[in-house]
């Protein structure tokens, strides 16, 4: 069973919002102390337009773009809890492609799952993965 099917049992069984509040603090605690990704100076100087879609939740998401100093280099951040449906639904990236004034065939979205593959296929855009930094011990 994976962190999400968890979640969602949580959900089921009536105790989603002290679920989503524990999930939430520890993804803002991961945040201030995340690893800078592969590819990130890319967004500061590339002047393409760009959003963010992720799983995480809305604040941990900004609180890692703040840190970095790339906050200011995103149309709009959208996470786990801005719109009703989670990846791999299409909602969130369509929500995100809507901030950049795009088509969906004119976004390339960059993930580092399988889930978000299949979410820029059902959303339309295209995908690239991005293999996430190793863990240090």
Excluded: I
């Excluded at 760009?50 to 995480?56: E, I, M, P, Q």
């Amino acid at each position: 069973m994976e962190t999400w099917d968890l979640y969602d049992a949580a959900v089921e069984a009536g105790v989603g919002g002290e679920a989503e509040e524990l999930v939430s603090t520890h993804e803002q605690y991961g945040a201030e102390r995340a690893e800078r990704l592969p590819h990130a100076d890319e967004l500061a100087e590339n002047g393409h337009p760009a959003a963010v879609c992720s799983l995480n939740c809305e604040a941990a998401c900004r609180t890692a773009l703040d840190r970095e100093g790339l906050l200011g280099h995103v149309a709009a951040v959208v996470g786990r809890d801005s719109v009703p449906a989670k990846k791999p639904d299409p909602e969130p990236l369509l929500a995100a492609v809507e901030a950049l004034d795009l088509p969906p065939e004119r976004v390339l979205f960059v993930g580092d799952s399988e889930s978000d593959a299949v979410t820029a296929e059902r959303a339309g855009t295209g995908f690239r993965y991005v293999q996430r930094p190793t863990r240090r011990a």
